[in-house]
């Protein structure tokens, strides 16, 4: 029973020690303020979907594009960072940055889809 509580004393260490081992060892994909942020713009989604004219039937495919994204960086959250991840990521977040500003601009500032289609297209095209 002794040899039970010298293993247990060994492997008390405080969720802040492992983590702080980890971060000083591992770059991740995603920094902790990346992380952040995608929580934060996720709980924004959840607040904009509460207006009327999310609800358009035309919108719903770009909403569930915006939230599969957020859900795959949360769950990108303990990979590691390499050079050919991160370039993905950020292809990546320039497509969530497009899909944020087509919803807001046809729900909150109520212009039409075709029309910021058209600008999203003219802009990638320049």
């Known amino acids: 029973m002794s040899t039970?509580?010298?293993i247990e004393e060994e492997?008390?260490?405080?969720v802040e020690e492992i983590s702080e081992t980890?971060?000083?060892e591992i770059e991740l994909l995603?920094?902790?303020?990346?992380l952040r942020d995608v929580y934060g713009k996720k709980r924004s989604l959840e607040t904009l979907l509460t207006h009327p004219r999310a609800k358009t039937v035309s919108l719903q495919g770009y909403i569930n594009m915006l939230t599969t994204y957020y859900d795959a960086f949360i769950s990108y959250q303990d990979l590691k960072h390499t050079k050919k991840e991160r370039e993905k990521l950020e292809g990546s977040m320039k497509r969530v940055a497009n899909l944020e500003d087509l919803l807001i601009r046809v729900i909150v500032r109520e212009e039409k889809l075709l029309t910021v289609l058209a600008e999203h297209k003219k802009r990638m095209t320049q």
Do not use: G
């Open 4 to 6: 039970l509580t010298t």
């Open 30 to 34: 995603l920094s902790d303020e990346e």
């Open 22 to 24: 980890r971060d000083s």
């Open 11 to 14: 492997q008390e260490v405080s």
